[in-house]
């Protein structure tokens, strides 16, 4: 559970995620009131390779949050 002080009551999220050889992944999620994206459910799939990681994610929103599809993509590299 989570509360945003700047979005008022607390937000819940849940899922789970699934890993192959340490090296593919993949998560699938639902959060309600999790902030200004509103509700809906979630999913990322990742990629690592030596020390590039490399993961993709979307939320789909309700309709009545107005803001679209939040997508998000993070390349890291570990030192």
Not at 11 to 16: D, M, R, S
Not at 22 to 35: E, H
């Amino acid at each position: 559970m989570i509360k945003a002080i700047s979005f008022g009551g607390p937000g819940f999220l849940f899922g789970g995620e699934i890993a192959w050889m340490d090296q593919y992944s993949a998560r699938v999620g639902y959060q309600r009131n999790g902030g200004p994206s509103g509700s809906g459910p979630t999913f990322g799939v990742g990629f690592s390779t030596g020390k590039l990681h490399i993961d993709f994610a979307q939320i789909f929103t309700d309709a009545g949050a107005g803001s679209g599809k939040p997508t998000f993509l993070s390349l890291r590299y570990v030192f």
